[in-house]
Nanobody, 121 residues
């Protein structure tokens, strides 16, 4: 069984910063790409940022230059540093990991439960 647990969300003023963490645990053989997604009320879930095992990154245009994704492979953990936050960044943020549970199986995506980020004065 694999679990992803996000932490670090909260209420922050516009222009502020937050760092989200996503810790994967359980029966993990290898984690390939990891990503952060977000979903605001009434909107579809969207990709915010992703990172490969080799640390190649990809960002949504709306967060380029403000957010930074990173990971610690030894700790099976991904991070999302969010700076210059705007009210439109308000959403539930979800972590996704493309995970293999053994060398004999193909990878599949696992989701965390989400953490709320609210940007408001």
């Amino acid at each position: 069984q694999v679990q992803l647990v996000e932490s670090g969300g909260g209420l922050v003023q516009p222009g502020g910063s937050l760092t989200l963490s996503c810790a994967a645990s359980g029966n993990i053989f290898r984690i390939n790409a990891m990503g952060w997604y977000r979903q605001a009320p009434g909107k579809q879930r969207e990709l915010v940022a992703s990172i490969t095992r080799g640390a190649s990154t990809n960002y949504a245009d709306s967060v380029k230059g403000r957010f930074a994704i990173s990971r610690d492979n030894a700790k099976n953990t991904a991070y999302l540093q969010m700076n210059s936050l705007k009210p439109e960044d308000t959403a539930t943020y979800y972590c996704n990991g493309d995970i293999m549970v053994s060398a004999l199986t193909t990878s599949r995506g696992y989701w965390g439960q989400g953490t709320q980020v609210t940007v408001s004065s």
